[in-house]
Protein backbone atom coordinates (compact mmCIF):
# COMPACT_ATOMS: atom_id res chain seq x y z
CA UNK A 1 0.00 0.00 0.00
CA UNK A 2 1.28 3.45 -1.23
CA UNK A 3 0.29 6.79 -0.13
CA UNK A 4 0.80 8.96 -3.21
CA UNK A 5 1.38 13.00 -3.79
CA UNK A 6 -2.35 14.51 -2.78
CA UNK A 7 -2.88 11.44 0.01
CA UNK A 8 -4.38 9.35 -2.91
CA UNK A 9 -3.98 5.81 -1.63
CA UNK A 10 -2.96 2.77 -3.89
CA UNK A 11 -2.05 -0.93 -3.96
CA UNK A 12 0.76 -1.63 -6.72
CA UNK A 13 -0.52 -4.28 -8.44
CA UNK A 14 2.05 -5.39 -11.23
CA UNK A 15 5.49 -3.35 -12.33
CA UNK A 16 6.07 -4.08 -15.67
CA UNK A 17 9.27 -2.25 -17.66
CA UNK A 18 7.24 1.29 -18.42
CA UNK A 19 4.91 1.77 -16.28
CA UNK A 20 3.26 0.21 -12.80
CA UNK A 21 -0.07 -0.57 -12.72
CA UNK A 22 -2.10 0.53 -9.32
CA UNK A 23 -5.24 -0.12 -7.66
CA UNK A 24 -6.02 3.09 -5.83
CA UNK A 25 -8.80 3.07 -2.56
CA UNK A 26 -11.64 4.94 -4.66
CA UNK A 27 -11.70 1.00 -7.12
CA UNK A 28 -9.30 2.57 -9.87
CA UNK A 29 -7.07 0.86 -11.62
CA UNK A 30 -4.34 3.33 -13.11
CA UNK A 31 -1.39 2.79 -14.90
CA UNK A 32 1.19 5.06 -13.76
CA UNK A 33 4.44 5.46 -16.06
CA UNK A 34 7.86 4.24 -14.28
CA UNK A 35 9.27 7.94 -15.22
CA UNK A 36 7.10 9.79 -13.19
CA UNK A 37 7.18 6.82 -10.29
CA UNK A 38 11.10 7.90 -10.07
CA UNK A 39 10.72 11.54 -9.20
CA UNK A 40 7.27 11.03 -7.45
CA UNK A 41 7.17 11.22 -2.87
CA UNK A 42 5.79 7.68 -1.79
CA UNK A 43 5.45 6.28 1.27
CA UNK A 44 5.05 3.02 1.53
CA UNK A 45 2.53 2.15 4.28
CA UNK A 46 2.91 -1.69 4.13
CA UNK A 47 6.66 -1.70 4.94
CA UNK A 48 6.54 1.06 7.08
CA UNK A 49 6.74 0.77 11.02
CA UNK A 50 3.18 1.01 12.92
CA UNK A 51 1.11 3.84 12.06
CA UNK A 52 1.04 7.32 14.26
CA UNK A 53 -1.99 9.90 13.80
CA UNK A 54 -2.81 13.27 15.09
CA UNK A 55 -5.29 15.94 14.88
CA UNK A 56 -5.90 19.51 15.89
CA UNK A 57 -8.57 21.70 17.24
CA UNK A 58 -9.22 25.06 17.57
CA UNK A 59 -10.42 26.10 20.42
CA UNK A 60 -11.43 29.35 22.11
CA UNK A 61 -8.13 30.32 24.15
CA UNK A 62 -9.97 30.74 27.67
CA UNK A 63 -10.33 26.74 27.67
CA UNK A 64 -8.90 24.93 30.97
CA UNK A 65 -5.84 23.31 30.75
CA UNK A 66 -7.74 20.09 32.94
CA UNK A 67 -9.08 19.86 29.64
CA UNK A 68 -6.13 17.91 28.12
CA UNK A 69 -5.80 15.60 31.53
CA UNK A 70 -9.58 14.81 30.33
CA UNK A 71 -9.45 14.51 27.08
CA UNK A 72 -6.10 12.37 27.23
CA UNK A 73 -7.56 9.98 29.99
CA UNK A 74 -10.29 9.27 27.80
CA UNK A 75 -8.32 8.42 25.22
CA UNK A 76 -6.46 6.02 27.50
CA UNK A 77 -9.27 4.48 28.10
CA UNK A 78 -10.22 4.02 24.86
CA UNK A 79 -6.91 2.53 24.02
CA UNK A 80 -7.00 0.30 26.96
CA UNK A 81 -10.56 -1.09 25.78
CA UNK A 82 -9.07 -1.63 22.00
CA UNK A 83 -5.52 -2.92 22.38
CA UNK A 84 -5.87 -4.55 19.00
CA UNK A 85 -5.81 -1.33 17.47
CA UNK A 86 -3.66 1.17 20.04
CA UNK A 87 -0.57 1.10 21.91
CA UNK A 88 1.74 3.59 24.07
CA UNK A 89 0.40 6.38 25.34
CA UNK A 90 -1.77 9.25 23.88
CA UNK A 91 -0.79 12.41 23.89
CA UNK A 92 -3.05 16.04 24.32
CA UNK A 93 -0.90 19.20 24.17
CA UNK A 94 -1.71 23.09 23.31
CA UNK A 95 0.26 23.66 20.14
CA UNK A 96 0.42 27.28 19.82
CA UNK A 97 -1.89 30.62 19.84
CA UNK A 98 -3.74 31.95 17.12
CA UNK A 99 -5.84 34.57 16.07
CA UNK A 100 -8.36 35.77 17.38
CA UNK A 101 -7.94 34.66 20.71
CA UNK A 102 -7.81 31.36 20.43
CA UNK A 103 -5.58 28.22 21.31
CA UNK A 104 -4.49 24.81 19.23
CA UNK A 105 -5.77 21.34 21.13
CA UNK A 106 -3.48 18.67 19.09
CA UNK A 107 -3.91 15.07 19.95
CA UNK A 108 -2.52 11.97 18.83
CA UNK A 109 -1.80 8.21 19.19
CA UNK A 110 0.16 5.30 17.80
CA UNK A 111 -1.57 2.08 16.38
CA UNK A 112 -0.73 -1.35 16.93
CA UNK A 113 -0.18 -1.31 12.53
CA UNK A 114 1.37 0.03 9.85
CA UNK A 115 -1.75 2.04 8.64
CA UNK A 116 -2.35 0.16 5.23
CA UNK A 117 -5.58 -1.61 6.15
CA UNK A 118 -7.90 1.23 5.37
CA UNK A 119 -10.59 -0.07 6.83
CA UNK A 120 -9.15 -1.04 10.00
CA UNK A 121 -7.35 2.08 10.01
CA UNK A 122 -10.80 3.92 9.37
CA UNK A 123 -12.97 2.63 11.76
CA UNK A 124 -10.42 2.75 14.71
CA UNK A 125 -9.49 6.41 13.94
CA UNK A 126 -13.49 7.05 13.98
CA UNK A 127 -13.48 5.38 17.79
CA UNK A 128 -11.25 7.30 18.43
CA UNK A 129 -12.50 11.07 17.18
CA UNK A 130 -15.82 9.70 18.85
CA UNK A 131 -13.90 9.97 22.31
CA UNK A 132 -12.65 12.83 21.94
CA UNK A 133 -15.00 14.86 20.18
CA UNK A 134 -17.44 13.77 22.59
CA UNK A 135 -14.90 15.01 25.50
CA UNK A 136 -14.87 18.50 23.86
CA UNK A 137 -18.80 18.76 23.73
CA UNK A 138 -19.42 17.21 27.27
CA UNK A 139 -17.12 19.68 28.73
CA UNK A 140 -18.67 22.61 26.72
CA UNK A 141 -15.20 23.28 24.84
CA UNK A 142 -16.36 25.44 22.25
CA UNK A 143 -14.86 27.42 18.97
CA UNK A 144 -16.35 30.29 19.02
CA UNK A 145 -16.30 34.00 16.40
CA UNK A 146 -16.09 37.03 18.24
CA UNK A 147 -18.78 39.29 18.13
CA UNK A 148 -18.28 41.86 15.47
CA UNK A 149 -20.69 43.75 12.89
CA UNK A 150 -19.34 41.76 10.13
CA UNK A 151 -19.92 38.65 11.86
CA UNK A 152 -23.26 39.25 12.94
CA UNK A 153 -25.50 40.54 9.96
CA UNK A 154 -28.37 39.29 11.30
CA UNK A 155 -28.44 42.12 13.85
CA UNK A 156 -29.90 45.11 13.19
CA UNK A 157 -26.95 47.59 12.99
CA UNK A 158 -27.06 49.63 15.92
CA UNK A 159 -27.43 46.36 18.18
CA UNK A 160 -24.35 44.74 15.93
CA UNK A 161 -22.70 47.77 16.68
CA UNK A 162 -23.05 48.15 20.61
CA UNK A 163 -22.43 44.13 20.93
CA UNK A 164 -19.40 44.71 19.42
CA UNK A 165 -18.16 47.98 21.43
CA UNK A 166 -19.19 46.21 24.78
CA UNK A 167 -17.22 43.13 23.44
CA UNK A 168 -14.11 44.71 23.26
CA UNK A 169 -14.74 46.93 26.26
Known amino acids: MLIMSGNVFAKVKK ?3 MYTVMLQSSGE ?3 HPN ?3 RSAVLMNLSRSGTKWEGYSWLVDLDTPDEVLDTIQAAMKAHMV ?3 QNFKGDPVATW ?3 EEPFKIRLYVG ?6 GDDLRRTRLA ?3 MLKVIRGQLQSLGIKYTLPLTPAATPYLKPQTASAAAASFTK
Open 125 to 127: RLG
Open 35 to 37: YLM
Open 95 to 97: RGL
Open 109 to 114: WSYTFP
Open 15 to 17: IDL
Open 81 to 83: EHP
Open 29 to 31: MVW
